[in-house]
């Protein structure tokens, strides 16, 4: 006889808890479940966890597989008119696959790009390199930020094929390139080819001081809340955060005094993480302020509110000895239409505490947070990501389901983009400037950007709900 466990971890504006099914017998012994028994658990599981529960079909279509059967149960999902719908639910076949994902771990070449057409008749597309990992096969075959790829495997990418091209699952890519030459995005002879294999990203992609005039300046490029590598158990380890939090002692060392955040690509992650970072950087915060709350449906708030008494919800800041906040007056957040979830979090959370500024263009606006449930007897190997709660600050807001619109907008350029660090780089120069007043670069030089049609960050881990259990 089965039983239903959950065990639940802070997650972020996503949270990852994951519903764990126990059974006497061995996995190996478990016999696969059928079609009808994975729609079963997934709608039992949603009709308990879900936020909008209520707002489940009467009759759901049992005809459909599992995936479409899934994707048919949420609200509003392809309502486009409505802007209080689900955007953000997902499900995979894969269970393991789902968490390590979420741990920063997936077959991959080790380099994001976003995608933009080379001409007004919308028939030539190029990719631009938004930042490689360190050590990745795409790192090794010398590709950089900022490298625009037209080809793949010999074919020039099109309005029609692009997607299909450099998203393939192929065993290797041969990648070809263009170069502004006299102002025109020219192909060239030059090709790479990578090989993408299961590679564990550290999500601390850079990390600086700058000096200039009396502003000692901490900048810290972040891509992914996880507080560790994906372990061959599915845990994680606390590597990441613990990285974090050495970071933070040298900038304390060093005397930082202004800081800039850089979650421009960060697509979200574990809440535990996020409230590592936020702990790190808040002013005027302590162990017993909220950083953030969480409402979930009727169900599960009289459920919890019974088992564990009022509060439950609150995630609260921690004890940091590392942590530079009280040298801080503000803090400057560099955003695009990339930045969601817990990153959000991030703004959202310390905003009742300090002035955050935000700059760049406007986030993804995902107010909600959702819980890993996955099936650990083995019978059923799919994992989803349903949405299962609103997340709030300590002063109660939460309607930025339309993103957080920068104070200063600064857009990205996707020719000519400069490396992350270099204080020429638009948005970090337009930040050097807001807090000190030096001009590093010449504000506007990069106006004229091209318009982005998608990018590969769209499909990392669900495209913008990367929420992992600690």
């Known amino acids: 006889m089965n039983v239903m466990t959950i065990r639940r971890s802070a997650l972020l504006l996503s949270v990852v808890a994951t519903l764990l099914m126990a059974s006497c017998r061995k996995p190996a012994d478990v016999t696969p479940a059928t079609d009808a028994e994975v729609k079963e658990w997934i709608l039992s599981n949603m009709q308990t966890y879900y936020f909008w529960n209520d707002r489940l079909p009467a009759n759901p279509d049992k005809s459909l597989a599992p995936s479409p059967f899934f994707y048919s149960l949420l609200y509003n999902y392809n309502n486009t008119a409505v802007p209080d719908r689900d955007r953000f639910s997902w499900i995979q076949a894969s269970a393991d696959e789902l968490k390590a994902s979420l741990s920063g771990q997936s077959k991959t070449t080790g380099m994001e790009y976003r995608y933009f057409y080379r001409d007004q008749t919308q028939s ?15 790192a090794k075959a010398g590709i950089k930020r900022g490298d625009i790829i037209t080809k793949v495997n010999g074919q020039s990418l099109t309005g029609t094929n692009y997607t299909q091209l450099i998203s393939s699952s192929v065993e290797s890519y041969t990648f070809g390139f263009a170069t502004l030459k006299n102002g025109v995005l020219t192909d060239t002879d030059q090709t790479k080819q990578v090989t993408p294999i299961v590679f564990q990203e550290d999500p601390v992609l850079l990390d600086t001081t700058y000096i200039i005039g009396s502003k000692t300046i901490g900048y810290v490029v972040y891509n992914q809340f996880t507080p560790g590598a994906f372990q061959s158990d599915g845990s994680t380890n606390n590597a990441y955060d613990q990285k974090l ?10 005397g930082v005094n202004e800081m800039i955040l850089d979650l421009r690509y960060n697509r979200g992650g574990y809440v535990s993480s996020a409230t590592n970072l936020a702990s790190l950087m808040g002013k005027n915060i302590d162990a017993n302020k909220v950083f953030y709350s969480q409402k979930w449906n009727s169900n599960v708030m009289a459920d919890r509110d019974k088992q564990s008494g009022v509060g439950w919800n609150n995630q609260k800041f921690v004890t940091k000895s590392t942590a530079i906040g009280s040298n801080l007056s503000r803090l400057y957040v560099l955003t695009t239409g990339s930045t969601a979830s817990a990153s959000e979090l991030i703004i959202n959370g310390l905003r009742p505490f300090m002035t955050v500024n935000t700059i760049g263009t406007t986030t993804v606006g995902k107010n909600v947070g959702s819980i890993t449930i996955s ?32 104070a200063v907008e600064v857009k990205e350029p996707l020719i000519g983009m400069k490396a992350l660090g270099d204080l020429t780089e638009s948005l970090l120069s337009e930040a050097i400037f807001q807090i000190s007043g030096t001009r590093t670069a010449r504000r506007g030089v990069d106006a004229d950007v091209q318009e982005s049609i998608g990018s590969s960050l769209d499909r990392k881990a669900g495209g913008g709900n990367m929420f992992i259990e600690n």
């Open 124 to 138: 030539s597309v190029g990719a631009t390199v938004l930042y490689v990992l360190p050590g990745s096969p795409a």
């Open 375 to 406: 099936d650990k007897t083995g019978a059923i190997k799919w994992g989803m990501q349903p949405i299962t709660f609103k997340s709030a600050n300590a002063l109660g807001f939460t309607d930025y389901g339309n993103g957080f619109t920068p």
């Open 245 to 254: 939090d050495a970071i933070f002692g040298k900038f304390k060392q060093k």
